[in-house]
């Protein structure tokens, strides 16, 4: 790298950004424990809003009443939590138990601030993936390894056009997107455990497949999909074909199985034939069976991908190991997840107000999947979606009831089928408590829950409504994203903060703090674009192409003007030689349309035509020194002769 560069030497950034490094205490305390730590050092005050502050004994969570969410200026929380930001098409950053937003991850939507679809590598990458202009992310899950968090990637769908996006930990920003042949609206998205060999898209819309105009008028020969997809290449790798609609999904942690929730049995079109049987289904694919029928062959291509057939009547289920297997449960289920240790598939029912609760190990053993079915804990109206504790406790939101429901999963498993309710009216001993939330949850999301370890401190209900929560802005209100804190099995949950959010919330992963290692700067190994070193800078023209190399820094670009034609094609390749962290340059020419972030040690290309001869300002668009406004070029664009 350059030595010209007027900022702090490279050897002395500090990059030591994980918790161990940040403080010391971390390497000989376990993490809860650092907390109390804390505390005798004389840092109470400092400490309010941990989790572990007063806890006597090694494994308990600090008491209901002595926590809060408060973090002093300066310090920093004991988690990540990303967020889905529905229609906005991005990832929403924040830090628990301070619920502050930290940052917001553009991924299926250009964003100025980022330069995210502005530059050559991220527009091409949203073209690519079907150039659609907008996206609607609902599921952010986080990459594992051995069943817990690795820091690497994090993975979200677009349950609007069919897409599966990739984000690198790292740098905190989108790297890779595929648009899933085959399937339109792909709601679920998982990973398959216990070291993300896959992830999975689940596709909801049935459609003819192949979807090219020759079979419109059946629905009954619709079909949906789940799409496996490589992290590493994020190439779809295989789908299976099912019969009904698809909604949430979630993988064991073996690596055997994955399950998704199904509604429209009745292979309908409209709402009344979609709900029109009492009935519907968990279907538990059964993964290395799949993966045996791609490799000898039994599937159909279809636009480039093998298509193995695991509806009801396909060959593939009715030998001794089906492919898919189909549970019935009680009409439109919503959510399923695993339990941490892998015993437990559990669905909720939506519009029964009853848990399905599957037995993972007996559902390989029994001929009928029915069979493997050990509890149905009647809990409240509208179950959608259930977190855990890691304590043997489930947490599941109530959509109808505004409320969280806290219940012992054993306990309903042990009573099971004798509390089974006749007409779904009584509340199942199983529950443990209930506290209301505000209002209408969807999600919920509990600290490192889809992990084989929870840590049983914090939780998130994403909901639906605030309704009076909050200043009025108008006929569209915020959403409302709720901090409660579960490590307190005595006194009870305790709900400790408001927080409004963007339309429309959807489900999160909450990582700890510790398990990350975000970069300060850049590494110029990680990107295709040439790094321009001040010496290097040039202006190479061809055959009407205009490319122009050049570096940024305090408060100066590498060229004072450029000079180009009219009907020029112009790629600028800009690099941020500042070496000291959070040193932001961009290169602004509005018009142009063009917008690149550069943080330091970064490199980015962008290409536009220099359509309109005259005068046009470059500029530095984010504020980075007292000479800031100083900091630009002119862009001279000479008429065609």
């Given at each position: 790298m350059?030595?010209?560069t007027?900022?702090?030497?490279?050897?002395?950034?500090?990059?030591?950004?994980?918790?161990?490094?940040?403080?010391?205490?971390?390497?000989?305390?376990?993490r809860r424990?650092f907390m109390?730590?804390?505390?005798a050092?004389?840092?109470?005050?400092?400490?309010?809003?941990?989790?572990?502050?007063?806890?006597?004994?090694?494994?308990?969570?600090?008491?209901?009443?002595d926590?809060?969410?408060?973090?002093?200026?300066?310090?920093?929380?004991?988690?990540?939590?990303?967020?889905s930001?529905?229609?906005?098409?991005?990832?929403?950053v924040?830090g628990?138990?301070?619920?502050?937003?930290?940052?917001?991850?553009?991924?299926f939507?250009?964003?100025s601030?980022?330069?995210?679809?502005?530059?050559?590598?991220?527009?091409?990458m949203?073209?690519?993936?079907?150039?659609?202009?907008?996206?609607?992310?609902?599921?952010p899950?986080v990459?594992q390894?051995d069943?817990?968090?690795d820091?690497?990637?994090?993975f979200?769908?677009d349950k609007?056009?069919g897409?599966?996006a990739?984000?690198?930990?790292?740098y905190f920003?989108?790297?890779a997107?595929?648009?899933?042949?085959?399937?339109?609206?792909t709601?679920?998205?998982?990973?398959?455990?216990?070291?993300?060999k896959?992830?999975?898209?689940?596709?909801?819309?049935r459609?003819?497949?192949?979807?090219d105009?020759?079979d419109?008028?059946?629905?009954?020969?619709?079909?949906?999909?789940?799409?496996?997809?490589?992290?590493?290449?994020?190439?779809?790798?295989?789908?299976?074909l099912?019969?009904?609609?698809?909604?949430?999904?979630?993988?064991?942690k073996q690596?055997?199985w994955?399950?998704?929730?199904?509604?429209?049995?009745?292979?309908?079109?409209?709402?009344?034939?979609?709900?029109?049987?009492?009935?519907d289904?968990v279907?538990?694919?059964?993964?290395?069976?799949?993966e045996?029928?791609?490799e000898?062959?039994?599937?159909?291509?279809?636009?480039?991908v093998?298509?193995?057939?695991?509806?009801?009547d396909?060959?593939l289920?009715?030998g001794?190991?089906?492919?898919?297997?189909?549970?019935?449960?009680?009409?439109?289920p919503?959510g399923?997840?695993?339990?941490?240790?892998?015993?437990?598939?559990?669905?909720?029912?939506?519009?029964?107000?009853?848990?399905?609760?599957?037995?993972?190990?007996?559902?390989?053993?029994v001929?009928?999947?029915n069979?493997?079915?050990?509890?149905?804990?009647?809990?409240g109206?509208?179950p959608?979606h259930?977190?855990?504790?890691?304590?043997?406790h489930?947490?599941?939101?109530?959509?109808?009831?505004?409320?969280?429901?806290?219940?012992?999963?054993?306990?309903?498993?042990?009573?099971?089928?004798?509390?089974?309710?006749?007409?779904?009216?009584?509340?199942?001993?199983?529950?443990?408590?209930?506290?209301?939330?505000?209002y209408?949850?969807?999600?919920l999301?509990?600290?490192e829950s889809?992990?084989?370890?929870?840590?049983g401190?914090?939780?998130i209900?994403?909901?639906?409504?605030?309704k009076?929560?909050f200043?009025?802005?108008?006929?569209?209100?915020?959403?409302?994203?709720?901090?409660i804190?579960?490590g307190d099995?005595?006194e009870?949950?305790?709900?400790?903060?408001?927080?409004?959010?963007?339309?429309?919330?959807?489900?999160?992963?909450i990582?700890?703090?510790?398990k990350?290692?975000?970069?300060k700067?850049?590494?110029?190994?990680d990107?295709?674009e040439?790094?321009?070193e001040?010496?290097?800078?040039?202006?190479?023209?061809?055959?009407?192409?205009?490319h122009?190399?050049?570096?940024?820094?305090?408060?100066?670009?590498g060229?004072?003007?450029?000079?180009?034609?009219?009907?020029d094609?112009?790629t600028?390749?800009?690099?941020?030689?500042?070496?000291?962290?959070?040193?932001?340059?961009?290169?602004?020419i509005?018009?142009?349309?063009v917008?690149i972030?550069?943080?330091?040690?970064?490199?980015?290309e962008?290409?536009?035509?220099?359509?309109?001869?005259?005068?046009y300002?470059?500029?530095?668009?984010?504020?980075?020194?007292?000479?800031?406004?100083?900091m630009?070029?002119r862009?001279?664009?000479?008429?065609?002769?």
């Amino acid at each position: 790298m350059s030595d010209t560069t007027p900022t702090d030497d490279r050897d002395a950034i500090d990059s030591e950004t994980t918790a161990e490094k940040r403080d010391p205490l971390f390497s000989r305390i376990p993490r809860r424990d650092f907390m109390k730590a804390g505390a005798a050092a004389g840092a109470m005050g400092s400490l309010a809003g941990c989790t572990g502050l007063l806890s006597d004994d090694d494994d308990d969570l600090a008491a209901a009443g002595d926590v809060d969410s408060y973090v002093p200026p300066g310090e920093h929380d004991d988690y990540y939590a990303f967020l889905s930001g529905g229609h906005s098409g991005e990832i929403r950053v924040y830090g628990i138990p301070s619920m502050r937003q930290l940052m917001r991850i553009p991924v299926f939507g250009r964003e100025s601030a980022r330069g995210y679809g502005y530059d050559d590598r991220t527009s091409e990458m949203l073209e690519d993936a079907g150039g659609y202009s907008w996206g609607d992310t609902h599921h952010p899950r986080v990459s594992q390894t051995d069943n817990d968090y690795d820091g690497r990637w994090a993975f979200v769908n677009d349950k609007a056009n069919g897409r599966m996006a990739r984000i690198d930990l790292e740098y905190f920003e989108t790297d890779a997107i595929v648009d899933i042949p085959n399937q339109q609206g792909t709601h679920g998205a998982c990973c398959l455990l216990p070291d993300t060999k896959y992830v999975f898209g689940v596709g909801e819309f049935r459609v003819p497949m192949p979807n090219d105009g020759q079979d419109l008028d059946d629905p009954e020969n619709y079909t949906s999909t789940i799409a496996a997809i490589n992290p590493e290449t994020m190439n779809v790798e295989w789908e299976v074909l099912v019969d009904g609609n698809m909604d949430n999904g979630d993988g064991s942690k073996q690596g055997r199985w994955f399950f998704a929730t199904g509604y429209n049995s009745e292979s309908a079109t409209t709402e009344s034939g979609m709900s029109a049987s009492d009935t519907d289904w968990v279907k538990a694919f059964d993964v290395p069976a799949i993966e045996d029928a791609v490799e000898a062959g039994e599937y159909e291509e279809i636009n480039g991908v093998p298509v193995v057939d695991g509806t009801r009547d396909s060959p593939l289920n009715s030998g001794d190991r089906p492919i898919v297997r189909y549970v019935d449960v009680a009409k439109s289920p919503h959510g399923v997840s695993v339990t941490p240790d892998n015993q437990y598939a559990i669905a909720s029912g939506k519009l029964d107000p009853t848990a399905t609760v599957i037995d993972i190990e007996q559902l390989a053993e029994v001929d009928d999947p029915n069979d493997a079915i050990v509890a149905r804990p009647s809990l409240g109206m509208g179950p959608l979606h259930t977190a855990y504790d890691g304590r043997g406790h489930a947490y599941t939101t109530l959509f109808i009831d505004s409320q969280v429901v806290k219940w012992d999963i054993e306990e309903a498993v042990e009573a099971y089928p004798d509390d089974e309710p006749e007409d779904g009216d009584q509340e199942s001993p199983a529950v443990v408590e209930k506290i209301d939330v505000h209002y209408n949850p969807g999600h919920l999301i509990a600290a490192e829950s889809y992990t084989a370890d929870p840590q049983g401190d914090w939780l998130i209900s994403l909901n639906k409504l605030s309704k009076d929560r909050f200043l009025p802005v108008g006929p569209m209100h915020p959403e409302n994203d709720q901090l409660i804190y579960i490590g307190d099995d005595e006194e009870g949950m305790k709900l400790v903060k408001d927080t409004p959010s963007y339309a429309e919330p959807h489900d999160a992963s909450i990582v700890s703090a510790d398990k990350l290692d975000p970069a300060k700067v850049y590494d110029p190994e990680d990107y295709d674009e040439e790094y321009i070193e001040p010496d290097a800078s040039d202006i190479i023209r061809e055959d009407g192409h205009v490319h122009v190399k050049m570096h940024s820094q305090r408060n100066e670009f590498g060229f004072q003007e450029v000079t180009v034609q009219e009907g020029d094609e112009v790629t600028f390749t800009v690099t941020n030689i500042e070496q000291t962290p959070d040193v932001l340059h961009s290169l602004a020419i509005p018009e142009h349309d063009v917008n690149i972030k550069l943080a330091p040690q970064e490199t980015r290309e962008v290409t536009f035509t220099a359509d309109e001869p005259g005068v046009y300002w470059m500029y530095c668009a984010f504020f980075c020194s007292a000479l800031h406004l100083e900091m630009r070029s002119r862009l001279i664009v000479e008429p065609a002769e």
